[in-house]
């Protein structure tokens, strides 16, 4: 019986609707890749980080110990549907071994994707601004906040020269477009706010 289904399965991913469907990923996500990679080299690269401000430009994020590892991201998630898409245009004719030999491959893109903008986005940042450097600086609430120091929101503060977006917690709820002061940074993560009287 399983082997039934497994021989079922293997010539399906074998056969002409799955063969393009790999072509279709493999020529959709290299495009789209291409043209999320040449939108970076001109400046448009924070597709990943969709944080603009009023005037539209890109948000910049602080080096403050929450620049978290991301592995899904526009940019790893074309990745892995391009590699995935040609693996399964090499390999798709073996079936099912050749499915999860593209898997693997889109996958292991995917977290080499992931790696890099981690690692380029520290470097970015590092050493450009720290903690101590937003306390008493001004700014906007940009993602409103419940206040009662529970649950965060982001505001936006001017510093070093670039716009930081920073998660903060308040005690009292903030809507968004609130003018606030940064008071003290909470736990090295979170920044407590005030409003600007």
Not at 15 to 39: E, K
Not at 56 to 66: I, K, R
Not at 157 to 182: D, F, K, M, N, R
């Amino acid at each position: 019986m399983i082997d039934t289904i497994l021989s079922e399965v293997g010539n399906f991913l074998a056969g002409a609707r799955a063969m393009m469907m790999y072509w279709i990923l493999a020529i959709a996500g290299t495009v789209f890749f291409g043209i999320v990679c040449i939108l970076s080299l001109f400046g448009l690269g924070g597709i990943d980080h969709p944080d603009f401000d009023a005037d539209g430009s890109v948000l910049d994020h602080a080096d403050t110990g929450y620049l978290d590892f991301k592995l899904f991201s526009l940019r790893s998630i074309l990745a892995f549907l391009t590699v995935f898409g040609w693996g399964g245009v090499i390999w798709g004719s073996r079936g099912i071994s050749g499915f999860l030999l593209a898997l693997f491959c889109g996958f292991l893109t995917m977290l080499i994707t992931a790696s890099i903008l981690y690692f380029t986005m520290r470097l970015q940042y590092s050493g450009n601004v720290g903690t101590k450097d937003f306390i008493g600086r001004s700014g906007t609430v940009y993602l409103s906040i419940p206040g009662g120091m529970a649950e965060t929101g982001k505001v936006v503060v001017s510093c070093g020269g670039a716009t930081h977006e920073l998660p903060a917690v308040a005690e009292e709820p903030l809507p968004t477009g609130t003018p606030i002061v940064v008071v003290k940074s909470v736990d090295g993560r979170h920044f407590l706010v005030k409003k600007t009287q």
